[in-house]
């Protein structure tokens, strides 16, 4: 099994928070993984994503072409990314309007959703639909990888 994701959006949106609580997870889960991040000089308010591979074999390299799925946090990184997400999209409604693969577009509901935890929402939306981590890793992640606000977080996952 290896499983390659892009999480994408803007600086400060908690890209790189959801990308390194997903490889933390994988990590206790007991699976290898990868995590590589990439983003603009201004990081908030520019671009953002990581690169997160999940295996159970040795992982050769963290970069990839095509992925296997996209958290896109907003339409500017659905229509970069989709192109490159083999089966499943993750993203909000503006951003499910874009995708050109309808199919393969699970839309997560963030309005009324407090800002800060849209990353949240969406990394436990993907979750649910994958299983790529365990409930009890991801919450653990959580826990390791947050400074603050760890409840929160957990609670906006919904898993």
Known sequence: MEYRVIISGFGGQ?????????????????????????????????????????????????????????????????????????SLIVTDAAGGEVCKDGAKVQVVDVVGCDTALINMAMLGAFIAKTGIVSRDSVHAAIRSVAKTGAQEDIDALGI
């Open 14 to 86: 908690g890209v790189l928070f959801a990308g390194k609580v997903l490889a933390q997870a994988a990590v206790y889960d007991g699976v290898n993984v990868s995590w590589l991040p990439s983003y603009d000089p201004e990081m908030r308010g520019g671009t953002c994503n990581c690169r997160i591979v999940v295996s159970d074999k040795e992982i050769s390299s963290p970069a990839f072409s095509e992925a296997d799925a996209l958290i896109a946090m907003n339409v500017p990184s659905a229509e970069r990314f989709s192109p490159d997400a083999a």
